[in-house]
T-cell receptor, first 113, second 111 residues
Framework: QQQVKQSPQSLIVQKGGIPIINCAYENTAFDYFPWYQQFPGKGPALLIA?????SEKKEGRFTISFNKSAKQFSLHIMDSQPGDSATYFC????????????FGKGTSLLVTP | DVKVTQSSRYLVKRTGEKVFLECVQDMDHENMFWYRQDPGLGLRLIYF???????EKGDIPEGYSVSREKKERFSLILESASTNQTSMYLC??????????FGDGTRLSIL
């Protein structure tokens, strides 16, 4: 069964908008939560990651918000650009990033000009 | 820069054939993984390996096997290919406290 639930399945925003992608998990042993970005014809690439000891992490225009009590985390993309159009996957694992990741089903994001 | 190379971008095989998908990484990573990616299902873990000659089943190992004879190479084997194994296959590698690095995938079609 899917251990990480991701929504929405697809998202369309205008340039400059703030798309938000949400993920939820059940296994409280998960302690590493990365987000991957995938462009067509390419493998996923790590975008940003968080551990449950912090509630928010920012890297450039990308922000992860983490709610440990609700077992939810989300990705916000500030000032989105057409070049951000891609598929985004959240994931979770036990231990560090060297262990097997449990992925969400992915969100296809389209940023229109 | 980490490079994970999958030997074929596209592969077409027939039902019942034995199929080998090869993956090579150049960063001396201990851990290697095989996922399949299907629309609406995300990435699902097939097998992984934490060391040479070691393997662990992932979430969907049925119909697959793996081989890791050398640290840099991790092979996925479809013992008798079936049409429901038509998919995108992604290989990844990592070491402790490093993110998983993915190859660009092999799109496999079983006719």
């Amino acid at each position: 069964q899917q251990q990480v639930k991701q929504s929405p399945q697809s998202l369309i925003v205008q340039k400059g908008g703030i798309p938000i992608i949400n993920c939820a998990y059940e296994n409280t042993a998960f302690d590493y939560f990365p987000w991957y970005q995938q462009f067509p014809g390419k493998g996923p690439a790590l975008l940003i990651a968080i551990r449950p000891d912090v509630s928010e992490k920012k890297e450039g225009r990308f922000t992860i918000s983490f709610n440990k009590s609700a077992k939810q985390f989300s990705l916000h993309i500030m000032d989105s650009q057409p070049g951000d159009s891609a598929t985004y996957f959240c994931a979770a694992s036990i231990g560090n990033s060297g262990y097997a990741l449990n992925f969400g089903k992915g969100t296809s994001l389209l940023v229109t000009p | 820069d980490v490079k994970v190379t999958q030997s074929s971008r596209y592969l077409v095989k027939r039902t019942g054939e034995k199929v080998f998908l090869e993956c090579v990484q150049d960063m001396d990573h201990e851990n290697m993984f095989w996922y399949r990616q299907d629309p609406g299902l995300g990435l699902r873990l097939i097998y992984f390996s934490y060391d040479v000659k070691m393997k662990e089943k992932g979430d969907i190992p049925e119909g697959y096997s793996v081989s890791r004879e050398k640290k840099e190479r991790f092979s996925l084997i479809l013992e008798s290919a079936s049409t429901n194994q038509t998919s995108m296959y992604l290989c990844a590698s990592t070491t402790s406290n490093q993110p998983q690095h993915f190859g660009d995938g092999t799109r496999l079609s079983i006719l």
